[in-house]
Every structure is written in structure tokens, then in C-alpha cells.
DNA sequence: CTGAAAGCGCTTACAG
DNA sequence: CTGAAAGCGCTTACAG
């Protein structure tokens, strides 16, 4: 039991029965309220030894700050900065910003701003500038979530402000050692795998082509897709690797002229494939692709696609400020990875 | 303008740049501040006159009343009672439990209090009961989160109390003029049908068998099923009157030794029938259904059932707290019905 | 190193 | 019908 008890009867009162407040550990110790929050905040201006008595009766009373009141006092506006990728696709980031401006709405009333910079998902650099210019007045900056362009760099620029600044990273990891909120790939190609497994038939062939690794996700899903596929009894062809649109298309017509095959699986580049091929190769195949974006729309009501397995964008942005809040506001760091869901899509569940 | 404006420097600046306060307003027009938190608040004990002169400086500076502030000043605990169906199957009852418990634990510091009774779901009477119950003491309750088992009766009871407590139908819908959170089932049965439109091809027959409407979901999933599954070239068999377990076993058993049926669709009873009868007649049919249970979770490992349509629970007990708290703590009563959404789970992205 | 006081935006007795 | 004051749980100068 904790030392410096003078307030008998209130301690055991306030055991375990309801909320403690700061006021009611004060009392019990017979100090002021404003040691007790020097202590609990972890000030440098308070005796070692009155900190530990109060944090030691604060964790035996299962002391937990009230963050509404901490909140109130406390007018300090936190800025949320985030760097997110921009024409990932039309979706991408209309949906990440929503999300992102969803939940800023949400927790509005306890001066959490979210800032939100897209930038061209092929210029790292600019990034890194922007980056840079927050961290130049980064005593105002609370918490950043970013889709690190480039991870590298990132990580480097950032470390300093380790411990000091919030950081999650969003879609793409930036470290094992950073909160992280985005898709498991592999995953997903597994659950690609899972429907063509169920569409196609025993013997049927599938011709599948690797378009190489995006150190995004399409490597990934290949991995995830072809293991799962493996485990059937689907005639599988390939994968072939082609690498870019053109050799992707000259492929798959020389290979459908050649054979029988029911369906196509694309790892990458699958949209402009599919866009641009001549639709007469596609006929009668049947199709379940990655990602979502006005382009697949089409080709799922043109009936070329049966299915597409898309990230929850939304939620994406939602829970990456959700969580970020909770790191601000509640000290709760105990996230690591919040895989984000995936969302099967076909005719009857398109949108709009 | 407004009228009474005794303060113009402070008008001026207030005016839609930044969030206003009681106290501001108060001092523009030079009144006490609890005067203007009676107007807010809709006191009668106040001068009709003043009453117009704050609400509509109020609006025209965009006063929105800080949640935070209020709820830490007004101690008052919120119960809400949540009245929920037990047994609808072992995850219905449990994931709405999560879902309303998880939104509880988010809110507690606003003294938010969540206070679940699952009742058999054939024994209306007995929520009937502890409804009456909860009424008794109906100054204590702030919210009623209801899957009314008898609509008309429990309509019938909470008719007094429309106004002074918040109340919404969850799963079931109450009334039409009801906040209501619950799938859209008429859509869910569209989805079926379209993944078994994607999984059977042109002039395969369908055997449909129709159980009946148990005033749940049961009708509406038929009816969604057969006008998407119409609008396809698969070969439909039924829909074949059954209604109960024995006789839906019997017909299929019976029309599969006639025909080549590929596929089959059951709208009620589903999970129980493909557990009892004989596998050898599911033997190389695609079968998609509604639903999860272990029983769904056995089938789909096992190969019989190829997908299942599930609503999100776990999100509907949750939406359903949370606009809870928006209606108490925000006066928030915009929604009408928020539609759960749907997961499509097959072998590989069922849960553990 | 510690504490008294004022304040965040609101509510709620209490007095007039 | 109106207002001054105390309080919710906390923070933050300021004084000592």
C-alpha cells in the first residue's frame, strides 16, 4: 500500500468503487492538486519522491486522466500534418481525405486540426520538402501521418523527432517500430485467389502475369495470390513475367490464341490493361482484379470484371486520425499495425 | 442585424471567425451568461423576448454548443437501455454485445453508461416485461436502443414517451418515424444473387427453395434474390414452397435426383437444412447464403457453402451507441436509418 | 520543489 | 424573469 497516506477513510472509499480525480489524490496525500498533476505529467519540477507517492497510489486507484477535462484546460490546438499520396488513383485520395476530414470534424471541439497535403505520388521529393518546411516549426506540429514516398529518406528526416512528435505512417510502412494503419497485401491476393477459386472450375486454365513489384503491393499480392491459387486444382498458366502495359497486352493475346483460358489475374497495371486491350480477347473469362477507381467501375457494369477486392480507403483515413487522437490526447501508443479492412466489389455493391 | 447589440467591437470580431461561447455572446449583448445558457438550453423561465434576441445572435454567429464543456459541467449520468434479441444465432448476439460495449468504454468519461438485456428471441413477452420495467423508472432514462420483438406492442408502450426519451430500433425497425440501425435486407438478397450469378454460368439450373417470410428478413431476401437472379441466363428451378426444415430436405432431395441442379438458394432455415441433410446430394453445388454461426463457419471450411452474405453486427451495435450519444449529448437527430453494411466471407477471409 | 489562483465552456442551485 | 457564484477535471502562469 501506498506511503503518505493521511486520509484513511477516503482511500478506502475511492478504492476501486468509482473514478479517481487529481483533487482526491491530493486529499489523500494532503498535497496540493498541482503536485498531483506535476506528477502524473510528468514534470521534471516536482521531488522524485513525491512523484513516485503519487503515482504510486495513482495506479493503485486505478487512476485514469480524464482527457474531456485535460482537454478543456489544456486550449492548446494540436495540428495533425498529413502527407498523403496524390492520383494513387481518383479514389485513393478523395477517400483518404475524407476520411481524414471526417474525423476531424469529429473531434473538432477539442482543437484537433488535421492539415492535409497531397502530393504527386511519383515526386518524392516534393514530399520530402514539404516534410521538411513542417519540421521547421515543428514546436507546432503535434502529430504527423504520412505515405512515405520514399521510406528511406523519411525515416531518416524523421528520426530526430522520435518520441517527440506522433507518427503514423498510412498504406505504405514506413518502420516496424511505427504505428502503421493499411492493408495486409498479401492478404488481400489471398482473397483474390479465394474468389477466382470459387468462379473458375477444376482444369480450367488461368493465365496469370507478374507486372513486377511496386515495393507498394504488387508484389505482395502476387505472393498472396499465387500461394492461395497453388492450393487448387485450377490449370494455372504462368506467371509470366511482362513488367509493363504493352508486354502485358502482346501476351495475353498470344496466349489466349494459343489456349482455352477462363480467366486472367494481373498483379499490376491491371486497370489500363483491361482498359485499353481489345475487349473481344476478354469475352467469356472471367476476371477478378485489385483496387477500385472510375476505370474498373466501367469495366465492372461493362461485365469484364466479376470482381474487384479493394482497400476500406476510408476507413483508412478515419482510423489513422482516430488513432493518431488517441495518441495525442490519451498517451495510448499500444497500436502497431491497424490492417485495414477489404471490401468486395462487384455489380450489385458498386456505388453509385 | 440582431437587435440589442450592446457590444459592437466584439460582434465584429466574433462574427464567423472563430467558435463562439456562451460567454460572448452574453457580452455582446450585455447579459449574464446563465441567461444566455437558459435560451440555449430552452429554459421556459425566460423572457420570450430575450429568449428571440439570443437564439438568433446565436445563429447568426454559428453558436454551436461545446459538447465537452457541457457534459463535464452537467454531471449527469446517460443511461441507455439496450434491449436486444438473444439466440438469433451465437454471433447476432454476441457481436451486437461487442459493438454496443465498445462504444460504452469510448464514451465513459461522459459519464456514458450502456446497459444491455439480451432476451429470448421467441419470447416477446419477456421484453415486453422488462420494458415496462425500465420505463417505470423512465426519469433515469436517457436512451432505449430496441430490436422490438413485437413491433405493435412495443410501439404501442413507448408511444408516451416519443420525445422525452431517445429511442432507436436496431435490426428490426420499429417505425418509420424511428431512428433505425439495421441492414436493408431487400439488398443483402441482391447480393446473393449476384455472386451467384458470377459463380453459375449461362443455363445451369438454380434450385430456389422459399421458407417463407419470418417478418425479419427472411421475405425481403427472397425478394432481392429474385429480381437480380431473374435478370440472368441461369436456369431457375422455384422458387419451390417449403416452409420448414423436413419438407425443404425432402424437395431437394427430390429435385436434384431429376434434374442437374448446380446451384441451390434457400432463404430461411438454410444453415440447419445444409447440416442435417444427407452431403452427398451438395456434393459439387455452388451454394451461397445468408448468415454466420459456427454452423455457416463448418460449412464454408468444409468446402458445402461457397460464400455467405453476413451484415456488419459488430458495427451495428456500435453505430447504434454512438448515434445514441450523438442524440443525447448533441441534440443530434438527423438519422433516420443508417444502412449496416455487408461482408461477403468465403474460405479465405473467415475469421479465425 | 510546492501551492494558491484563475481559467477552459458549460450547468445548476440559490438569491433576488 | 435575471444574475452572481460555485463547480465539473484539468492546466498553466505566478509566487514563494
Redesign the pocket.
Known amino acids: 500500500m501506498s506511503d503518505g497516506i493521511k486520509n484513511k477513510n477516503d482511500f478506502k472509499e475511492l478504492k476501486n468503487l468509482k ?6 489524490i ?1 486529499k489523500i496525500l ?9 506528477a ?2 510528468g ?9 513516485l507517492k503519487i503515482l504510486e497510489l495513482a495506479s493503485e486507484l486505478n ?14 490546438e494540436n495540428i495533425v500534418h498529413c502527407l498523403i499520396a496524390d492520383s494513387f488513383n481518383e479514389f485513393y485520395t478523395s477517400e483518404i481525405i475524407r476520411g481524414l476530414n471526417t474525423i476531424h470534424k469529429e473531434y473538432s471541439m477539442y482543437n484537433y486540426n488535421v492539415k492535409i497535403t497531397a502530393t504527386e505520388i511519383h515526386s518524392p521529393d516534393k514530399q520530402i520538402e514539404i516534410l521538411k518546411n513542417i519540421l521547421d516549426d515543428a514546436d507546432n506540429v503535434s502529430g504527423l501521418i504520412i505515405t512515405p514516398l520514399n521510406k528511406d529518406t523519411v525515416y531518416k528526416i524523421l528520426q530526430p523527432y522520435f518520441g517527440k512528435i506522433n507518427i503514423i505512417s498510412i498504406g505504405t510502412r514506413l518502420s516496424e517500430n511505427i504505428p502503421h494503419v493499411g492493408p495486409n497485401h498479401i492478404v488481400q491476393g489471398s482473397i483474390v485467389a479465394g474468389i477466382v477459386s470459387n468462379i473458375l472450375r477444376k482444369d480450367e486454365k488461368l493465365l496469370i502475369i507478374d507486372n513486377g513489384d511496386d515495393q507498394i503491393s504488387s508484389g505482395m499480392y502476387l505472393k498472396g495470390f499465387l500461394k492461395r491459387i497453388r492450393n487448387t486444382y485450377i490449370d494455372i498458366v504462368g506467371p509470366i513475367y511482362c513488367g509493363n502495359i504493352e508486354d502485358s497486352i502482346h501476351t495475353i493475346k498470344e496466349v489466349c490464341s494459343k489456349n482455352d483460358i477462363k480467366g486472367i489475374y494481373i498483379n499490376r497495371y491491371a486497370q489500363e490493361i483491361y482498359d485499353i486491350i481489345d475487349k473481344s480477347i476478354l469475352e467469356g473469362k472471367k476476371i477478378v482484379t485489385h483496387g477500385m477507381a472510375n476505370s474498373i467501375k466501367n469495366l465492372i457494369k461493362s461485365g469484364i470484371i466479376s470482381f474487384t477486392v479493394m482497400e476500406e480507403i476510408f476507413l483508412e483515413g478515419y482510423n489513422a486520425g482516430k488513432i493518431m487522437f488517441e495518441m495525442i490526447y490519451k498517451k495510448n501508443n499500444s497500436i502497431n499495425w491497424s490492417v485495414s479492412g477489404s471490401k468486395i466489389i462487384f455489380l450489385e455493391n458498386l456505388q453509385d
Open positions: 473514478r479517481v480525480t487529481q483533487k482526491e491530493a494532503g498535497i496540493s492538486r498541482t503536485t498531483v498533476a506535476r502524473i505529467n514534470s521534471e519540477f516536482i521531488k522524485e519522491e513525491t512523484k487512476y485514469e486522466k480524464n482527457y474531456i477535462g485535460s482537454s478543456l484546460a489544456n486550449q492548446k
